[in-house]
């Protein structure tokens, strides 16, 4: 009898107990849902800030990657100067529309899947909480990369099109998908994915791992939780730089492969196309064309896309915040 009424007992306290947890999934839900549209928000807006800043340099590396033309800073300047005269000052943008289409999808998944890998990398390694040590971290950033270039590839193919043609050739973005699809096949929107997928794992991964490294180093050698946004902007732009200069043969390779259609080329395979390039321009010249404007304009971009996420992000949690407290 006594361990009836001990088991008896038990079997309230479980009745007691059980209704509290869920109690608190709805809310845990909430925050949920709340931290990967904040995620979401900031990383769109992060992406379209720092792509729209340094459209014409990006527009002018581009159009030198996919010719044969020897780049130098002064042939880059002339071409900028050419630009501006020829089609006025807005086409220097030119592209950056289709640009805004796959940057701000792109970003937002990005930066999301960031944080929800690092969850997961965390609750996977034990370090629920804490910063991931280095190799989870450059894991977290390669897939938060493969995934928005898997999910937004067509969209950059349609970017570089529009970047390289005269605006006569394609009248918008839809105008280019459609034109694509006709002409040359639906399959030649994925023209030059294998090398941005290979390019985007040690790009994503080094700028994320960079960034993030460089953070908590600040934060374990200045006892400040949180670096200051000129800090964030510098963290940014060396995670520009690593990710940038390691990937950027690929880079080359992908722009050569989308942009063969119109361009008078055919690029059957990443090999095929580098073993051209080089036999034309050679090692340096060919594959490592517009590396130095990449240096001027990488480390901008990124170290802008980093810190409008992370000042966009403690911005809405603070208004979260405060609505919950008028609440």
């Known amino acids: 009898m006594g361990n009836g009424v001990r088991e008896g007992q038990g ?22 849902k709340k931290k990967v549209l904040n995620s979401l928000m900031s990383g769109a807006l992060a992406g379209a800030v720092a792509k729209t800043a340094v459209a014409p340099l990006d527009r002018t590396k581009i159009m030198f990657q996919v010719s044969s033309k020897r780049f130098s800073a002064k042939e880059a300047y002339r071409l900028i100067y050419r ?15 289709a640009t805004m289409v796959r940057v701000i999808p792109y970003a937002a998944i990005q930066f999301c899947a960031h944080e929800e890998y690092k969850q997961l990398l965390g609750s996977y390694y034990g370090f629920q ?36 043609t005269p605006k006569e050739m394609y009248s918008n973005i ?34 994320f791992f960079t960034y993030e490294t460089l953070k908590k180093l600040h934060a374990d050698h200045s006892g400040k939780s949180q670096p200051s946004p000129p800090e964030r902007l510098l963290f940014g732009a060396c995670a520009g730089l690593i990710g940038q200069s390691a990937s950027y043969p690929l880079d080359v390779v992908r722009r050569r492969m989308q942009t063969a259609g119109v361009m008078g080329h055919t690029y059957s395979s990443i090999l ?18 517009g590396l130095s404007m990449n240096w001027v304009k990488g480390p901008i971009a990124v170290g802008i896309s980093f810190t409008t996420f992370d000042l966009t992000q403690i911005l809405l949690r603070k208004l979260q915040h405060g609505t919950n407290v008028e609440r």
């Open 11 to 32: 079997d309230f306290k479980r009745q007691d107990a059980e209704p509290v947890p869920s109690a608190h999934l709805p809310a845990e839900g909430n925050q949920e």
């Open 83 to 97: 630009t501006y005269l020829n089609e006025g000052f807005w086409s220097l943008w030119r592209g950056n529309s």
């Open 129 to 164: 909480g804490k910063a991931l040590t280095p190799f989870p971290r450059f894991i977290a950033g390669s897939l938060a990369g493969t995934t928005a270039a898997m999910l937004t590839y067509p969209l950059d193919m349609v970017r570089a099109r529009m970047a390289v």
């Open 174 to 207: 839809v105008h280019v998908f459609i034109r694509i699809s006709r002409e040359e096949g639906l399959k030649t929107l994925y023209r030059g994915f294998t090398p941005t997928i290979l390019g985007v794992i040690p790009y994503a991964g080094l700028s």
């Open 272 to 289: 095929l196309t580098m073993q051209e390039i080089i036999r034309e321009e050679g090692l340096i010249r060919g594959l490592y064309k």
